[in-house]
């Protein structure tokens, strides 16, 4: 049987990573049953998974099932023998669904989703079950609605959770650079490489001004 079918996951829980926009969760657990019907048996993605790796390509990383909407990219993909299918993923913050995407996931308000088709089944339990026991994995979405209570977000780090992200990612400094400002004050990056005669031009013309203003102030009125 070879149909078609997405499913949902659930939680979010916030925590610091490793890198602006990243984020880890188990996107399929094992021996729950999801809103299908559907439980997934320890070792149903490790043939996807192989191909995947043999094929150089991944999963899509999508918002709500919508190829139009690729937000970011897969880091890492993996069966965790006592949880399931265990994800680490890159949001790209440049693209604005991902940046929506980022602060709905800090406020615990998406989950994730499989797009798959199944590739081996068993019965379940009981009728209307079955247990899946190899697929192929299209994408994993980030999705509003959820369904199995076993799949969750692990952890979401913040867009610049400290202040080396800051410096970095928004005022562009290097390692050096950052301690230099913190030692010396923004005077101190005047000899940095990027735009610093721009800066030390504009340092001097301001220098100029002063000291023709103090000469005014000397000589007073006339």
């Not at 999963?59 to 265990?86: K, T, Y």
């Not at 406020?107 to 247990?131: E, F, M, N, T």
């Not at 800066?199 to 007073?220: D, V, Y």
Request: hydrophobic content about 40%.
């Amino acid at each position: 049987m070879n149909d078609r079918r997405l499913s949902p996951a659930f939680e979010i829980k916030r925590a610091a990573i490793d890198e602006a926009g990243t984020f880890e969760g188990i996107a399929s657990a094992y021996g729950g049953v999801d809103s299908y019907g559907d439980s997934i048996a320890v070792g149903c993605y490790s043939a996807t998974l192989a191909q995947h790796k043999q094929n150089g390509t991944r999963p899509a990383l999508l918002f709500s099932h919508d190829p139009a909407e690729v937000i970011g990219v897969w880091l890492d993909m993996r069966e965790d023998g006592a949880l399931g299918l265990r994800v680490k993923g890159k949001l790209t913050l440049a693209v604005d669904r991902a940046r929506e995407a980022h602060a709905l996931m800090m406020d615990g308000a998406l989950g994730l989703s499989i797009g798959y088709s199944v590739d081996d089944s068993a019965p379940g339990a009981k009728p209307g079950q079955r247990i899946l026991k190899a697929v192929t994995l299209y994408e994993v979405s980030l999705v509003a609605m959820a369904a199995d209570s076993n799949a969750r977000i692990l952890g979401v780090k913040e867009a610049f959770p400290t202040i080396r992200d800051f410096e970095e990612h928004a005022l562009h400094l290097s390692a050096r650079e950052a301690k230099k400002l913190a030692s010396g004050g923004y005077a101190s990056l005047m000899g940095r490489d990027d735009r610093s005669e721009e800066l030390a031009e504009l340092a001097r013309g301001i220098a100029m001004r002063a000291e023709e203003l103090k000469s005014l102030l000397r000589k007073g009125p006339r």
